[in-house]
């Protein structure tokens, strides 16, 4: 089945140590995004990327690193420069540049600090 | 600074309700209108895609309207079931790459 998923599920984090969360997609998408959702929040847009070895930051991405290798991959690295990492992270794709395309979402990893 | 809002915030209802779910936003130069779903502790799976060219989309029990003058998208959800208690997004896309916004969410809870 086509899809995006994302591992772990959940992370836990001694304080100062950088972690990396996995998104996969198998839907042959150009682009693919990571957001941050907080309780009581909407999503915030981290990074994005609409084509292979490109990407943007979005609103919040203080702390935060990624990398476009591949078409498939698009990996999250949260650092230790993050102030506030403790939230559950979402990673979405969708067919084209995010102008007219639908957004498809991954189930989440949900990032502890402790 | 592209605004999306929901309202309300949540809703409770007796199932077989038939019940509006509203999303209101400041830039009428919209690109698509998407819904989605979100059971706790999991991702956004979603329900209806509006392009900018349309004024609806349904899909069985849902449907969802767009009035790009007014600045404002409703889904509608008939008959309402235990199972739809989830929490409702609204994402607006805008012009440019990066204008995916999304509203908080109506967390919709259906009695039996």
């Known amino acids: 089945d086509g899809g995006i998923t994302q591992s772990p599920k959940y992370l836990f984090r001694k304080e100062g140590q950088n972690v990396t969360l996995s998104c996969e997609q198998n839907?042959?998408?150009?682009?693919m995004y990571w957001y941050r959702q907080d309780p009581g929040q909407g999503l915030r847009l981290i990074y994005y990327s609409q084509i292979v070895n490109d990407f943007q930051k979005g609103d919040i991405a203080e702390g935060y690193s990624v990398s476009r290798e591949k078409k498939e991959s698009f990996p999250l690295t949260v650092t230790s420069a993050q102030k506030n990492p403790t939230a559950f992270y979402l990673c979405a794709s969708s067919t084209r540049g995010g102008d007219t395309g639908e957004l498809f979402f991954g189930e989440g990893s949900r990032l502890t600090v402790l | 600074k592209q605004e999306v809002t929901q309202i309300p915030a949540a809703l409770s209802v007796p199932e077989g309700e038939n019940l509006v779910l509203n999303c209101s936003f400041t830039d009428s130069a919209i690109y698509n209108l998407q819904w989605f779903r979100q059971d706790p502790g999991k991702g956004l799976t979603s329900l209806l895609l509006?392009?900018?060219?349309?004024r609806e989309q349904t899909s069985g029990r849902l449907n969802a309207s767009l009035d790009k003058s007014s600045g404002r998208s409703t889904l509608y959800i008939a008959a309402s079931q235990p199972g739809d208690s989830a929490t409702y997004l609204c994402a607006r896309v805008g012009t440019g790459r990066r204008a995916l916004t999304f509203g908080s969410g109506t967390r919709l809870q259906v009695q039996p």
């Open positions: 839907l042959n998408h150009d682009a």
């Open positions: 509006i392009q900018s060219s349309q």
